[in-house]
Nanobody, 118 residues
């Protein structure tokens, strides 16, 4: 089993910044792509950003230039630095990780609330 624990969410004013962290633990051999997703009320969960173990990143267009995803492989931790936050960034943010080589199993964290006030 793999556990993902997020932290760093909260309430911030528009234009502000937050940093989310997600620590993976348990049977994390071959920890692969890690990422952040978000789900706003009444909307589907959407991809925010992903990062491979080698550091290659991918972002949804709406956060490019404002959010930065990084990871510390030694700590099995992924971060999401969010800047210039907008009210439309308000959502529950979920950490995601793929574990395995031939068969990839996807794990999710419990989510952390990010609220951006206007």
């Amino acid at each position: 089993q793999v556990q993902l624990v997020e932290s760093g969410g909260g309430l911030v004013q528009a234009g502000g910044s937050l940093r989310l962290s997600c620590v993976a633990s348990g049977r994390i051999f071959n920890l692969g792509v890690m990422g952040w997703y978000r789900q706003a009320p009444g909307k589907q969960r959407e991809l925010v950003a992903t990062i491979t173990s080698g550091g290659s990143t991918n972002y949804v267009d709406s956060v490019k230039g404002r959010f930065t995803i990084t990871r510390d492989n030694a700590k099995s931790t992924v971060y999401l630095q969010m800047s210039s936050l907008k009210p439309e960034d308000t959502a529950v943010y979920y950490c995601n990780a793929g574990v395995g080589v031939v068969t990839i199993i996807t794990y999710w964290g419990q989510g952390t609330q990010v609220t951006v006030s206007s």
